[in-house]
């Protein structure tokens, strides 16, 4: 077998999944399984194609716990990852076929991709383009720990957070025993970081076929449900961001700060909102209940340079445990809209 295709599944809306899976099925490459790793009764058997290829797996799970069920469960020598709103072009494997028969000795292939919402057209196919990776853009990749996601945007692929439009070796991760974290968000860039390490000849495949990434604001991960789980397992993720940098404290001190910012900016902020929670009150009692305390309490603020002002100060009076403060200093830092619709799980 040359391929494993893994889908985590949970949640799915059913005319998504079924896009999804007849573009795996009409692959002009055949040399691959699919396994479909379902942590609740979202998907049935008549759902998949009367194809031996395709096996439907329950397991309660988060995504990153389904991924590695979907590895362990495999057969192929390279792992696919797709998300199950997501597609993939006929040519998808093909190419990716071509390119490690091209260059033999890569064990991490990076595919194009687009972004797309319902209704739009799917862009022509380029002209193919490999392009290998300097020492110094492949070093530049822990920069994502950081939390600066944009820093490889040179290289022409900047979604390099995500496991999907990118093909792994699976020796690989099985020799490292190699894992996805049990968070609920983030564990891609998580799982990328720490495969970075043990990689040695990464390829860039520009143009081809491409890979279809849905944007979706109705995605679980969006609703309200998603956001609590995405929050309540923040902590693990900033250990594990913690543990795959390297020893210098003050980077590992800056990455955290950077990623608690980001918590607070991004995650927290889309909840609060979602759930009309914007009174000083209300977003003092949420602070309280989620923000990663017991991480917090050891981080060098100042040390931040390039930290804002109002995000010093935030972390400061959480640190501090001044929640009230933080409240206020946070309703200024990201005000709200004057309505709130919360978001439907």
Request: aromatic residues 12%; glycine residues 4%; contains cysteine.
């Amino acid at each position: 077998m040359l391929f494993s295709i893994i889908i985590p599944a949970f949640h799915v809306d059913t005319n998504q999944f079924l896009t999804c899976v007849r573009s795996i099925q009409n692959q002009s490459c055949s040399d691959f399984e699919c396994l479909i790793i379902c942590s609740d009764d979202s998907v049935t058997t008549n759902l998949l194609p009367n194809d031996p290829r395709f096996h439907l797996i329950r397991q309660p799970s988060t995504p990153g716990e389904a991924r590695n069920l979907g590895v362990l469960k495999s057969t192929g020598k390279y792992i696919v990852f797709v998300d199950s709103d997501d597609y993939i072009d006929p040519g998808y494997l093909q190419e990716a076929k071509n390119a490690f028969e091209a260059f033999p000795k890569t064990d991490w292939l990076f595919l194009s991709y687009v972004s797309f919402s319902e209704g739009e057209q799917s862009p022509a196919n380029n002209d193919i383009k490999y392009r290998t990776l300097s020492d110094d853009e492949f070093a530049s990749f822990d920069n994502i720990l950081l939390g600066k996601p944009n820093a490889l945007s040179n290289l022409g692929n900047p979604c390099f957070p995500s496991v999907w439009a990118k093909i792994y070796l699976r020796s690989r991760i099985l020799s490292e025993r190699l894992l996805f974290p049990g968070t609920f968000g983030s564990e891609d860039v998580l799982f990328n970081c720490a495969y970075q390490k043990i990689v040695n000849n990464p390829l860039l495949l520009q143009g081809g076929a491409y890979y279809h990434y849905r944007l979706s604001p109705s995605s679980f991960t969006h609703t309200t449900s998603g956001l609590i789980k995405t929050i309540s397992t923040y902590s693990l993720f900033l250990d594990t961001v913690a543990k795959l940098l390297d020893d210098d404290e003050t980077t590992k001190n800056n990455a955290l700060v950077h990623h608690l910012v980001l918590y607070l900016g991004g995650t927290l902020y889309r909840y609060l909102a979602a759930t009309g929670s914007t009174s000083i009150c209300k977003i003092a009692k949420t602070l309280r209940s989620t923000f990663p305390l017991k991480e917090a309490e050891t981080l060098h603020i100042s040390s931040v340079k390039d930290l804002g002002f109002k995000a010093r100060w935030l972390l400061k009076t959480l640190k501090a445990k001044n929640f009230t403060l933080a409240a206020c200093i946070y309703k200024l830092w990201k005000p709200f809209p004057k309505k709130n619709q919360p978001t439907s799980d």
